[in-house]
Nanobody, 127 residues
Framework: VQLQASGGGLVQPGGSLRLSCTAS????????IGWFRQAPGKGREGVSC????????LYLDSVKGRFTISRDNAKNTVYLQMNSLKPEDTATYYC?????????????????????WGQGTQVTVSS
């Protein structure tokens, strides 16, 4: 499985970015796919997840109401629309997938282990 992420960049506080992730290789019709991030000197933090089956979603509390995850199953692509960005959102964002899952349960737990993840894309929020 390969995951190709794009869309990061430098944005001012209050700005927006949209991340994209395209999955290739062996995936199923019922996967949990989404994003985690890691800031310098900090551990991984699950941000958001969506299931490719019924489209159920899960968000980290600190991004609820600001970030929206969506998917296009025909393109094997998942998106993360990030609005009202804050300096504390600065991190490298990684696209990740757990195959053969019908739920995003646990995705934002500190000890969650993702099955596959791709190279990250840097998001910097600064004035």
């Amino acid at each position: 499985v390969q995951l190709q992420a794009s869309g990061g960049g430098l944005v001012q506080p209050g700005g927006s970015l949209r991340l994209s992730c395209t999955a290739s290789g062996f995936t199923s019709d019922n996967d949990a796919i989404g994003w985690f991030r890691q800031a310098p000197g900090k551990g991984r933090e699950g941000v958001s997840c969506i299931t490719t089956g019924d489209g159920s979603t899960l968000y980290l509390d600190s991004v609820k109401g600001r970030f929206t995850i969506s998917r296009d199953n025909a393109k094997n692509t998942v998106y993360l629309q990030m609005n009202s960005l804050k300096p504390e959102d600065t991190a490298t964002y990684y696209c990740a997938i757990d195959r053969f899952r019908t739920s995003c349960s646990g995705w934002v737990r500190e000890d969650y282990e993702y099955e596959f993840w791709g190279q990250g894309t840097q998001v910097t929020v600064s004035s």
